[in-house]
């Protein structure tokens, strides 16, 4: 993986001085997704996808336990996950009697076992396990870890004794989109409202965090009126800019809290 492709997040933006492995990881994640998004284009011609694939059949043809897939998506610089789909499905149109559908896909790159190809299926392998930022073992990662912080936030909820609802207690209700808590009874942080509260397992850089306003933030204040979003591996300090339309943004749990009635420590 090419570590050029990433431009330096200026330390003077973020929320902490010092960073943890798991920010930095973070930070590295999301720069080098925004790379990929702006070179797709280039390695899904048909004349890229065509060159792929003779290259990924000379170099199995000459060592077919060679990490060819691999060390062919590390030479164009190109996430090896996505690399190992190009060539699954180019090898399936010309060996299927009809297209492969995305489904089918998926499921392959899920358990490469079911790959008819023995060759392939271990190709495709190192592939998905060799990657860092994409792929089924990633998703299932993030997924894990985005599980894993909103327990954390369930914890400290309850041992503050705050009354709320979670996701699937509010999509039960027939709601359709839902941060993660909403208070029964509303606080206060920072002098700022709080009627839900938001989890993020992830670094706050720009991009994110305005697609997040755009797509869910919004419309949890539409909604749910003012809330709190955690991001906590941080944040760039300059998107903490909407706390007086009723979205504030904290890098871990708040530790003043206040209740109508008291404080909670």
Known sequence: MAAGCLRPVPLRLLRRPSQSQATLLSIFSQEYQKHIKRTHAKHHTSEAIETYYQRYLNGVGRN??????????????????????IILERFLQEHEETPPSKSVINSMLRDPSQIPDGVLANQVYQCIVNDCCY?????CIKHAIGHEHEVLLRDLLLEKNLSFLDEDQLRAKGYDKTPDFILQVPVAVEGHIIHWIESKASFGDECSHH???HDQ???????????????WYGFIQELDCNRERGILLKACFPTDIVTLCHSIA
Not at 217 to 231: A, T
């Open 64 to 85: 077919g336990t060679a990490p060819v897939l691999l060390e062919l998506a590390n030479e164009v610089d190109y996430a090896p996950s996505l690399m190992a789909r």
């Open 217 to 231: 933030f919004w419309s949890y204040w539409n909604r749910f009126g003012p809330g709190l979003v955690i991001y």
């Open 211 to 213: 697609a997040y306003l």
């Open 135 to 139: 792929g089924p073992l990633v998703d």
